[in-house]
Structure formats: structure tokens, C-alpha cells
């Protein structure tokens, strides 16, 4: 059973930039090269919302209206871990951050990122964005 978890987060001034990271064990080794990841966000009250997708090679990303040149995603297989850098943050940008699992398909981080698609969870970092 894939387990992942995230760490990185905590409390930056806005301006300020976080890397987090999602480290996926329980499986065996390599094969996160199987998974598409993706990274989503919520805040208490609203629903979980897409951030960024990673395809299975590292090949191919995507990124919501609301991040796009402010944050990267990236991946490594060989190390099963993958890692969300954000950059030039902002309040809005308050929320607790998940990663997330599926199995691979050529549709992934090409449409709307959607958390009904993904079988595996973390249970989130929290990141705050405040002077």
C-alpha cells in the first residue's frame, strides 16, 4: 500500500518562497515511475483544489490560472519523491497542501487536475502566508 507524505510547509512572510516535498513509501522501489503526482490545496470550507500535475516521466506538467510562474513542480523517481517549489507567495496561497497518487494515463496533467481522479493521499502540510 503506497503511503505518501509531504513536509515543507509552515508560516513565510508573503513575498516569501517554500519548497515542499512528498515522499512516497510502501512500495516498492521505482515504481512511483508508474504514477502520475499532483499536488492540491485546500482551505477550510472550499474544495480541494488542483495546484500542479506531474506526468509519470516528468515529462509533461501543468499548473492552475492561480500558480502558474510562481510555482514549479518536479519529481524523482529513482528517489520516489517529488517536490512543489513556490516562489513570490502570497496570502492567497494560505491553505493546507496534499500530494497525490494515481496510476498513470496518457489523459493525466492535461486536463483539469481533479482530486477524484487520485487514489493517494498524504495528510497534508500546512503553508501560511502572512506579514
Known amino acids: 500500500q503506497m503511503r505518501l507524505m509531504e513536509s515543507g510547509g509552515g508560516l513565510v512572510q508573503p513575498g516569501g518562497s517554500l519548497r515542499l516535498s512528498c515522499a512516497a513509501s510502501?512500495?516498492?522501489?521505482?515504481?512511483?515511475?508508474?504514477?502520475?503526482i499532483a499536488w492540491f490545496r485546500q482551505v477550510p470550507g472550499k474544495e480541494r483544489e488542483g495546484v500542479s500535475c506531474?506526468?509519470?516521466?516528468?515529462?509533461?506538467?501543468s499548473y492552475s490560472d492561480s500558480v502558474k510562474g510562481r510555482f514549479a513542480i518536479s519529481r524523482d523517481n529513482s528517489a520516489n519523491s517529488a517536490w512543489l517549489q513556490m516562489n513570490n507567495l502570497e496570502p492567497e496561497d494560505t491553505a493546507t497542501y496534499y500530494c497525490?497518487?494515481?496510476?498513470?494515463?496518457?489523459?493525466?496533467?492535461?486536463?483539469?487536475?481533479?482530486?477524484?481522479?487520485?487514489?493517494?493521499w498524504g495528510q497534508g502540510t500546512q503553508v501560511t502566508i502572512s506579514p
Open positions: 510502501g512500495i516498492s522501489e521505482h515504481i512511483l515511475k508508474y504514477y502520475t
Open positions: 506531474i506526468k509519470h516521466t516528468g515529462d509533461l506538467t
Open positions: 497525490a497518487a494515481k496510476p498513470f494515463q496518457d489523459s493525466d496533467c492535461i486536463k483539469r487536475t481533479d482530486a477524484r481522479d487520485f487514489q493517494h
